[in-house]
C-alpha cells in the first residue's frame, strides 16, 4: 500500500517515495494548449496549487546538477497520463531552464522581515542556478550582476553591520528593494543566455505577502514591490516562453499586473483546468478503493465534495486525503473538518464581527442549507474589502466557502446563485460564528441581567438574555444544549452564588441551579425549554414547571441543607427568551 503524502508539495518526492499521486499530469498539455503567455490560476488554499507547479517545473525544466551537467526527469513521468500525449508535446520535457518563487514566507509581522524572506527566496532560486556564475556564454555585466546577488545572503549582515545610523540603514534597505525587484529580469536574462532558450516562470502564492501586510498594517509598501517584482519579470520581459501564477484571488485595483495584456485569468469560473485542482468524483471513489474504504462514499461525499470549477465538481483534496488516511488506521474513524485549521478563516471572522441584520439573515440561510444571489465580480481589493456587501460574498465564494448553483445576467452585471458546499464548510461557519457569540458575552456588562435575577424579575432576565440574542445569528434554533450553554455563560459572576450544570437534585437534574455562598440566600434553580413556535412558550414554561414539580428539585436541594430555593422556568423560542416563576 503506497503511502498517503500530507504535507508533500514536490512532486519528485512522490515518485521517489512511491507515495500514492492523484495523476494531473494532463495540465501540461493544457497549459500548452490552452494557457496565456501568463496564466494566472486562483483556486482556494490547500487545493494542490503548489503540487502542480513542481510538476510542470519537473517536466519542462532543462534541470542541471551544481556542475552545470543534465539531469534527465523522464522517469518520473513513467507510466503517467502525459506519455500517451504524443511527440509534439513529450518533445518539450526538458526543453526550458525554468524560475520557480514561493512568495508564502513573506507572512511576516512587518514589512522589513517580509521583504528580507522574499529576498532570500529569490537568493535561493539564484544559488540553484548557480552554475550560471561560470558560464562563458553570459555577457560580462550580466555575470557580475548575477554574482552580486547570488552572494547577497552573506553579504547582507556585514553591509548592514557597517551602517551607524538609521538613515544610513533605510538607504541600504531601499537600496536592496530596488535591486531585487529587477532580480527575476536579471536571472531570465542570464538563463536565456546560456541555455539559449526562453524562460518559464512559475510564481506560487502571490496573493499570501498582500493578504498579510493588510492584516499586519503595510499593504502600500507590498504591493509597490510585488508590482515591480511582476512588472520586470512577465511584462517587459523577451525572455518569456510561459509562466503560470497560483493564488487565491485575483488582485487587480492595486495594478499588481499593470499592462499585462497577455494575462490570462482563469479563476474558479473558468471552464478551462476546471479538473487540475481538487479531485474529482472519479478520483475520489478510485482512491477509496485503492485504500480498501468501503461503505463511505456517501459521507465522503456529504462532507468534503460540492466544489465547482468551470463545469468539474470536485471534491477538497487535502481533506480527502486526511480522511483516507485517517479511515486506513480506523474504518469506524468520524470525518473532521479538516481543511479549517489549513486556511485563513481572518476574512469570516471579520464579516461576523461586522454583520448587520441583513447579513446576519443571508448567513442564517447559508448555514441551514438555502441559497443566496449576489453580483458577482473577480476584481477584489483587500483594501475595499469592507467598504461594500459584494466584496465579501464575492471572497468567501472565490476562496472556497460557498459554491456555484446557478448564475445570471441583466446585461450588464453577473449573479451567482450560491450556497455552502458541503458539512466541512458549514461546521467552519459554525464554529466561527459560535466562536464569536462566545466572546460577544464574555464582554457583555452582565449587571443588569444579574441585578434582576438576584431581585426575581423575571421580565428584567427575559429582555436581557433576548436583546443579546437579537445579536447573534440563528444558527443553533432548536438545539437546547447550545441555549443551555449560552445562559449558564451568562450566570457566571453572580454575587454570591456559584453556578452548577446537571448537578443531581430530588429525583433528576435539574439545568441550572445558582447556589448560594451564605446560607441566608436562597437556592436559585433554572429549568431550560426549546420551541420551534412562538405561541408556544408559554407550553414551554409550564413543562417547565411540571419538571420542577415531579423531579422534586426544591425538596431535594432542602434535603442537602440550605435554607431556602426559588426556581425559575426559562424558555426559548429562536431569539427570544421568557422566564416564569414557579408557581408550586
Not at 553591509?159 to 536571472?187: M, P, W, Y
Not at 512559475?202 to 507590498?222: R, T
Amino acid at each position: 500500500m503506497q503511502k498517503i503524502g500530507i504535507g508533500y508539495e514536490n512532486y519528485k518526492e512522490f515518485v521517489d517515495s512511491n507515495m500514492y499521486y492523484v495523476d494531473k499530469t494532463l495540465l501540461v498539455k493544457d497549459i500548452l494548449e490552452k494557457g496565456g503567455k501568463v496564466t494566472l490560476f486562483t483556486r482556494p488554499r490547500r487545493f494542490g496549487k503548489t503540487l502542480a507547479l513542481s510538476m510542470i517545473r519537473t517536466f519542462f525544466e532543462a534541470e542541471v546538477d551544481r556542475n552545470g551537467d543534465p539531469i534527465d526527469n523522464r522517469r518520473y513521468f513513467e507510466g503517467k497520463k502525459i506519455m500517451d500525449c504524443g511527440n509534439e508535446i513529450l518533445s518539450k520535457m526538458g526543453q526550458y531552464p525554468v524560475i520557480k518563487l514561493s512568495l508564502k514566507s513573506a507572512k511576516q509581522p512587518d514589512f522589513y522581515t517580509a521583504f528580507l524572506k522574499l529576498r532570500e527566496e529569490i537568493v535561493y532560486e539564484f544559488l540553484r542556478h548557480q552554475y550560471l556564475a561560470d558560464s562563458v556564454k553570459l555577457a560580462e555585466e550580466n555575470k557580475k550582476r548575477f554574482c552580486d546577488l547570488k552572494a547577497a545572503e552573506a553579504d547582507w549582515t556585514e553591509k548592514l553591520g557597517r551602517c551607524k545610523t538609521k538613515e544610513e540603514k533605510d538607504l541600504l534597505f531601499n537600496e536592496e528593494k530596488e535591486h531585487f525587484a529587477t532580480s527575476l529580469r536579471l536571472l531570465s536574462d542570464c538563463l536565456k543566455q546560456h541555455h539559449g532558450k526562453n524562460v518559464i516562470i512559475l510564481l506560487d502564492e502571490y496573493d499570501v505577502p498582500l493578504e498579510n501586510a493588510w492584516f499586519s498594517g503595510f499593504y502600500q509598501e507590498m504591493v509597490d514591490f510585488i508590482r515591480s517584482l511582476f512588472e520586470s519579470a512577465l511584462k517587459t520581459n523577451d525572455n518569456l516562453e510561459f509562466a503560470m501564477i497560483t493564488g487565491c484571488l485575483r488582485i487587480s485595483k492595486e495594478s499588481i499586473f499593470t499592462g499585462l495584456n497577455h494575462l490570462e485569468i482563469c479563476s474558479i469560473r473558468n471552464e478551462n483546468f476546471g479538473e487540475y485542482f481538487g479531485f474529482t468524483h472519479e478520483e475520489t471513489m478510485q482512491m477509496l478503493a485503492d485504500y480498501g474504504i468501503k461503505g463511505k462514499e456517501e459521507e465522503i461525499r456529504r462532507w468534503y465534495d460540492g466544489y465547482l470549477f468551470g463545469t468539474a465538481e470536485v471534491y477538497n483534496p487535502w481533506s480527502v486525503i486526511k480522511y483516507v488516511k485517517a479511515h486506513v488506521a480506523n474504518i469506524d474513524a468520524f470525518p473532521e473538518p479538516y481543511w479549517a485549521n489549513t486556511s485563513s478563516n481572518e476574512i469570516i471572522k471579520d464579516m461576523i464581527w461586522q454583520a448587520d441584520d441583513e447579513m446576519k439573515k443571508q448567513l442564517e440561510l447559508l448555514i441551514s442549507g438555502e441559497t443566496i444571489e449576489k453580483r458577482i465580480h473577480e476584481d477584489i481589493t483587500y483594501g475595499d474589502i469592507n467598504e461594500s456587501e459584494d466584496n465579501l460574498w464575492n471572497f468567501l465564494f472565490f476562496t472556497g466557502y460557498m459554491k456555484k448553483v446557478s448564475e445570471r445576467s441583466d446585461g450588464e452585471n453577473i449573479y451567482l446563485t450560491m450556497k455552502i458546499p458541503n458539512v466541512e464548510i458549514r461546521s467552519i461557519y459554525n464554529n466561527q460564528i459560535l466562536g464569536w457569540f462566545e466572546k460577544q458575552v464574555k464582554n457583555t456588562d452582565r449587571a443588569t441581567l444579574h441585578k434582576a435575577i438576584l431581585e426575581g424579575d423575571t421580565e428584567g432576565i427575559g429582555d436581557y438574555v433576548s436583546d443579546l440574542l437579537a445579536k447573534s445569528i440563528s444558527t443553533f434554533d432548536s438545539e437546547e444544549a447550545f441555549y443551555h450553554g449560552f445562559f449558564l455563560s451568562l450566570l457566571y459572576g453572580v454575587p454570591g452564588y456559584s453556578p452548577q450544570s446537571n448537578r443531581e437534585e430530588g429525583l433528576g437534574r435539574p439545568d441550572i441551579v445558582l447556589y448560594p455562598l451564605r446560607r441566608k440566600n436562597p437556592a436559585l434553580v433554572f429549568e431550560i425549554k426549546v420551541r420551534k413556535k412562538y405561541n408556544e412558550m408559554e407550553d414551554g414554561l409550564q413543562e417547565a414547571y411540571d419538571q420542577i414539580k415531579t423531579k422534586k428539585y426544591e425538596e431535594g436541594i432542602l434535603d442537602d441543607g440550605y435554607l431556602g430555593v426559588k426556581s425559575y422556568g426559562v424558555c426559548f423560542c429562536k431569539k427570544e427568551c421568557i422566564v416564569g416563576k414557579y408557581p408550586g
